[in-house]
T-cell receptor, first 115, second 115 residues
Framework: DTEVTQTPKHLVMGMTNKKSLKCEQH?????MYWYKQKAKKPPELMFV???????INESVPSRFSPECPNSSLLNLHLHALQPEDSALYLC??????????????FGPGTRLTVL | AQSVAQPEDQVNVAEGNPLTVKCTYS??????LFWYVQYPNRGLQFLLK??????LVKGSYGFEAEFNKSQTSFHLKKPSALVSDSALYFC?????????????FGTGTKLQVIP
C-alpha cells in the first residue's frame, strides 16, 4: 500500500482565518514533506520532516506552520494567508529521506483558495 | 545543484501510437531519476525510477524510460498510447542541497492523447 491521505480535499478561507491541513500515511515512512503547487507548475518544496523533526524549511513565510505529531501524521497550520497562497498543497512521504534511492509518494492534495 | 529539463511543454500523440516524453538531466555524480504523472486536480503518482543497472527501466501502467548517459537523457516511453494517459508528466532528480536530500522537478510536459 502506497497511500498518503490528505484532508480536506478543498478549503476556502478568508485572510483572517486559521485553518489546518492534515496528512496521514501508514507505510512506516519516517520522512514527510509539504509541497505547494501552482497550476501547471511543478511542486515547490516547503518543509521536510525526518524522524518527526523539521529538517528543511525552504524559507517559507511564518503564516505557514508545520507540525509532525507522530511518524504517521503531518499538519500544516495556516494563519493570515494571502490570496497568492491559493494553490494545491501536496503532502508526500518516503522511507527515510536520507537515501539517494528514496522514493516519495504523494497524497491527492488539498486545493486551497484564499479570499 | 542537480537539475532536469523537459524541453516540451506539450506533446500530442494519436491513440495507439508510441509516445515519448523527453527529459534531460544535469548532475554531478550518479544520477537518481524519477518520473511522476499528475492527472487533473490530483496528486503526483510515481511511475518509475532509475538508480543503477539496466538502462531500460519498466514502470507502472506500461510506461518505461530509457537512461542514456552519453546524451544525459531519461526519456519516458510507451509503445501504444491510451486516451487515459493524457496528463501532466514530471521528470525529477534526486538533489543534495543544503545538507539534505531533496527532489528537484522539471517544469512538466502535458501529454494529450487524441482519440
Amino acid at each position: 500500500d502506497t497511500e498518503v491521505t490528505q484532508t480536506p480535499k478543498h478549503l476556502v478561507m478568508g485572510m483572517t482565518n486559521k485553518k489546518s491541513l492534515k496528512c496521514e500515511q501508514h507505510m512506516g515512512h519516517r520522512a514527510m514533506y509539504w509541497y505547494k503547487q501552482k497550476a501547471k507548475k511543478p511542486p515547490e518544496l516547503m518543509f521536510v520532516y525526518s524522524y518527526e523533526k523539521l529538517s528543511i524549511n525552504e524559507s517559507v513565510p511564518s503564516r505557514f506552520s508545520p507540525e509532525c505529531p507522530n511518524s504517521s501524521l503531518l499538519n500544516l497550520h495556516l494563519h493570515a494567508l494571502q490570496p497568492e497562497d491559493s494553490a494545491l498543497y501536496l503532502c508526500a512521504s518516503s522511507q527515510d529521506g536520507g537515501a539517494s534511492t528514496d522514493t516519495q509518494y504523494f497524497g491527492p492534495g488539498t486545493r486551497l483558495t484564499v479570499l | 545543484a542537480q537539475s532536469v529539463a523537459q524541453p516540451e511543454d506539450q506533446v500530442n500523440v494519436a491513440e495507439g501510437n508510441p509516445l515519448t516524453v523527453k527529459c534531460t538531466y544535469s548532475v554531478s555524480g550518479n544520477p537518481y531519476l524519477f518520473w511522476y504523472v499528475q492527472y487533473p486536480n490530483r496528486g503526483l503518482q510515481f511511475l518509475l525510477k532509475y538508480i543503477t543497472g539496466d538502462n531500460l527501466v519498466k514502470g507502472s501502467y506500461g510506461f518505461e524510460a530509457e537512461f542514456n548517459k552519453s546524451q544525459t537523457s531519461f526519456h519516458l516511453k510507451k509503445p501504444s498510447a491510451l486516451v487515459s494517459d493524457s496528463a501532466l508528466y514530471f521528470c525529477a532528480v534526486r538533489d543534495y542541497s543544503g545538507g539534505y536530500q531533496k527532489v528537484t522537478f522539471g517544469t512538466g510536459t502535458k501529454l494529450q492523447v487524441i482519440p
